[in-house]
């Protein structure tokens, strides 16, 4: 059939067309065949419809449109309140290396009124849609993982999707499922020091082909480095699995797919949709996990370098950089420390992908934009966030929860942590993003919700650096996962 084709290294298949609202015989196809591959490969191509083809190059052709427009873009910003608020934001974001558009609602926007700026609302406009399309997709996915998997990964999926449903029927928020899609307009300076591979942080992620081949994967069980975009067509998507689904779901084959980006020099607009677990749900227990919430598990997830993640869904400490002292409330804790390799410990010359928000040496980074739409963006946006990524900095010293031995701790190389996005950014310790909200999110629901666990948790992790680990760089390790 032609829409299978075998491809070299590695062999995958693209699954077939299927309308996305359709009758159930067809959902059940391409997802049986999705969901096929991405056990055996990590990743399934999928060829969209036609209508969900052109809504993505609508909405790719919009993106540049508005991309090139800063005008345009700025009616699109986040507000101040929710630039630090990775997980519900939405607006425009920019860093050294890239540009984009961030939405976590797609019902509703907090923009107000458009009608002045025709290219920032048909961006949004198609951005929603693309989102609906990959939501409906990732949905039908999940169901079907649900369904072809056992044991306790299948209740959990299963209550993910249930509670996903329950939500759109009754037209309420998102109960279970909080998914996020960016459009990206990268800037082409992506190269292999700054590729940062990563694995995405949810459940799935689905990305159609770019408007330049940049996305390199490393299939499941193998280290070679696939450049899928290049035998991608222009009406197909890659789907693949994150560290939350690994986490759910791994005994039944399924891993999160580790991937990065590159490039080449060229400009490129990307659309990856990240379908992510709400933050308050409960995850199961497992060998290697407590039984904790997803907003705890992000948590962990973005205070680890992306070479301390598994594919697995596991977190692997790396036990000369970080001590890590396994409570005795939690059982279940990973307690074997890794060793790390001594090419990572002597990361003196590792690349700084900070995008200069760490440690607040913001100018720092600024200072290496060359082009003068970069020192716009600084100009309003910026700015801005070191201003208030230098005062979280000082909160933090006075109310987390965490115990940082010393100044180093924040100031050298660990403390800073997240400032506002999952890749190439400086990371804060975010303790007050799911200290609160989580809590109050999961004593209001029946479902997910047993707060007598969460204080047992990572509130009791000690995630001080060894002393003698500094090796005298201040170079920023690479960043865990963000999605
Ligand atoms: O730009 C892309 O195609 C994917 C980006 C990505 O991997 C990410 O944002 O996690
Ligand atoms: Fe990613």
């Known amino acids: 059939m032609d829409l299978c084709r075998a491809l070299e290294a590695p062999p995958r298949e693209v699954v077939a067309a299927q309308p996305c609202f359709t009758e159930r015989n067809d959902t059940l196809t391409w997802t049986s065949e999705a969901i096929r591959s991405l056990q055996r490969d990590g990743f399934a191509v999928i060829k969209l419809t036609p209508p969900e083809a052109a809504a993505v190059h609508e909405m790719l052709d919009a993106a540049q449109q508005a991309f090139e427009d800063s005008v345009e873009m700025r009616a699109l910003r986040i507000s101040d309140e929710q630039l630090d608020d990775l997980d519900s934001r939405d607006g425009y974001v920019c860093d050294r290396v890239r540009e984009w558009l961030e939405l976590h609602h797609f019902g509703s926007h907090p923009f107000g009124k458009l009608e002045d700026h025709p ?5 949004l406009e198609t951005a929603l849609t693309f989102a609906s399309i990959c939501e409906a997709r990732c949905t039908q996915a999940l169901a079907a993982l649900a369904t072809a998997i056992g044991g306790g990964g299948a209740a959990q999926l299963r209550a993910l999707v ?5 939500a759109r029927a009754e037209d309420r928020p998102r109960e279970t499922i909080s998914p996020m899609v960016r459009v990206y307009k990268y800037h082409g300076v992506l190269n292999e020091r700054d590729g940062d591979p990563h694995y995405d942080m949810g459940l799935l992620t689905l990305i159609p082909k770019s408007s ?3 996305l390199e994967i490393q299939p499941k069980g193998s280290a070679e480095w696939v450049p899928i975009e290049t035998t991608m067509g222009a009406d197909e998507a890659i789907l693949f699995g994150g560290m939350t689904l690994a986490r759910i779901c791994n005994s039944a084959g399924v891993h ?7 490039t080449h020099g060229r400009v490129r607009i990307s659309a990856p949709y990240f379908q992510r677990a709400a ?3 409960f995850l199961a227990a497992t060998p290697k996990h407590p039984e904790e919430m997803v907003g705890q598990y992000n948590h962990r997830l973005r205070q680890v370098d992306n070479d301390e993640l598994r594919s697995d869904g596991s977190v692997q400490f790396c036990k000369s950089r970080r001590r890590y002292s396994p409570p005795a409330e939690r059982p279940h804790a990973d307690r074997s420390l890794a060793d ?11 690349p700084s992908r900070r995008n200069g928000f760490r440690n607040g040496r913001a100018h720092r980074s600024i200072d290496r934009w060359s082009s003068p739409r970069a020192e716009r963006h600084t100009d309003w946006q910026m700015d801005r966030r070191a201003d208030r990524h230098a005062e ?8 987390g929860w965490y115990t940082l031995s010393d100044s180093r701790s924040v100031d050298g190389r660990h403390g800073g942590r997240c400032a506002d996005d999952h890749n190439w950014r400086s990371c804060e310790m975010r303790s007050s993003s799911w200290e ?4 109050e999110a999961a004593q209001r629901d029946e479902t997910f919700s047993r707060p007598e666990a969460y204080p047992n948790s990572s509130r009791t992790w000690d995630n001080t650096w060894d002393a003698g680990s500094e090796e005298g760089t201040s170079e920023a390790p690479s960043e865990g996962a963000r999605h």
């Open 392 to 399: 979280r900095r000082s909160d933090r010293h006075g109310s």
């Open 119 to 123: 290219k920032a609302s048909r961006f």
């Open 256 to 262: 999160a797919l580790h991937h990065r980006i590159l």
């Open 212 to 214: 330049s081949p940049g």
């Open 279 to 281: 933050t308050h749900v």
């Open 162 to 166: 249930d509670g996903a449903e329950r």
């Open 340 to 350: 790390c390799s001594s090419a990572h410990r002597s990361s003196g010359t590792r």
């Open 436 to 439: 609160s909200s989580p809590m």
